[in-house]
């Protein structure tokens, strides 16, 4: 909506006013009906399969952990009892006093070598753009999706959508997570529209897509 | 949202469908909507691309030409006709274009946003708005020796 307030939107002839005068149209008959009969057809739904995990829970996974307890218990006491004897059997182990050392100096390389909060927001929305123009580019020139990958691509950019409205939110700092969001689902959507033009026979360049 | 699909569509009954579809999505993911923001922006969104989706099914009926893009600088007949007659002269255009019309006028859209929005390149929305505003000015009011076929419907 950049160029809403351009003169050259503003068409001398006034058909955007027009337009917009226009009543707004209602259906003949409400659709919440419908709607309501579907989303408790899915809440039954829901709360049968909510039941379904619940029982789980409650019942069939102590009963899972008893029996692999169980089993655990078995082998051990086998394989002590057939097990020959090892002459260097200790020498597999790692001290602990080594073990704890190799972690520490691991945890300070993490330290050292992870980048800052803000690159990795700047390297997220680097990908994200990189991502968009990929997809823009190919967009016009790829052939349209269609069935249930039109469906599955519309998905994808309602939650695009989404995560938009979300990132535009006034905050003190910008959300990584929310950025991490982002890149992922367009990063759905590059390999569904690659994946497509693949399998129709399309000519696709993959650079971008590994940048 | 209903009128957005309407006039996108340009038949009700898909319009209903649209609002349907759109609202059980909008109550599935409602639970990942934080507050922070808008809502109604969301809520549009979908609606227009769920309007989008179906007008890119049935895009292949229409043609989709990049041509004609005629700019008339005159005064339009809309704006001493009455809603109904530009409403019936909208629902005489092609679907796309209509889309691409109302998108550009009312919800504001730019011709590149306009472009990515249907898949097709930014000439070819320069060239229906052009083409669209052409063709509601020939239905509204129409050159001089043809009998526009509302005034013959009302007559």
């Known amino acids: ?211 | 949202m209903y009128t957005l699909a309407l006039r996108l569509l340009g038949d009700g009954e898909s319009a209903r469908d649209v609002l349907h579809d759109a609202m059980l999505k909008v109550f599935q993911r409602i639970a990942t909507f934080r507050g922070e923001s808008p809502f109604w922006g969301w809520l549009r969104q979908i609606a227009l691309n769920e309007a989008l989706m179906r007008l890119r099914q049935h895009d292949r009926a229409e043609s989709s030409g990049e041509i004609d893009a005629f700019v008339d600088d005159a005064p339009g007949p809309w704006a001493h006709a009455d809603a109904g007659t530009l409403e019936r002269a909208l629902a005489r255009l092609p679907a796309l274009t209509r889309s691409v019309l109302w998108l550009y006028h009312v919800e504001g859209y730019s011709h590149p946003e306009i472009a990515g929005l249907v898949g097709k390149s930014v000439s070819f929305s320069k060239s229906q708005v052009a083409r669209g505003t052409q063709r509601l000015r020939e239905i509204i009011d129409p050159p001089s020796g043809t009998v526009s076929c509302l005034i013959a419907t009302a007559n």
């Open chain 1, 1 to 211: 909506m950049s160029d809403r307030n351009r003169q050259l939107n503003r068409a001398p002839w006034d058909l955007a006013e027009a337009l917009r005068a226009l009543p707004l149209q209602a259906p003949d008959h409400s659709a919440w009906p419908e709607l309501a009969e579907k989303l408790s057809l899915e809440s039954g739904v829901q709360d049968h399969e909510s039941k379904r995990s619940a029982r789980i829970r409650r019942f069939v996974v102590p009963a899972a952990l008893a029996a692999a307890l169980a089993c655990v218990f078995l082998v051990a006491y086998h394989a002590r009892d057939s097990r020959p004897p090892v002459a260097g059997a200790a020498t597999a182990t790692v001290s602990p006093l080594a073990a704890s050392s190799s972690l520490n100096s691991a945890k300070v390389d993490n330290v050292h070598n992870a980048p800052s909060r803000a690159e990795q927001l700047a390297a997220l929305q680097q990908r994200s753009q990189a991502l968009e123009s990929w997809l823009q580019e190919t967009g016009s020139a790829a052939m349209p999706l269609q069935g249930q990958d039109l469906a599955a691509a519309t998905e994808i950019e309602n939650l695009i959508g989404l995560v938009d409205v979300e990132l535009s939110a006034p905050r003190e700092l910008p959300d990584a997570n929310l950025w991490q969001r982002r890149v992922a689902l367009l990063e759905d959507l590059s390999a569904l529209r690659y994946s497509y033009q693949l399998a129709a026979g399309g000519r696709v360049t993959a650079a971008s897509m590994t940048n």
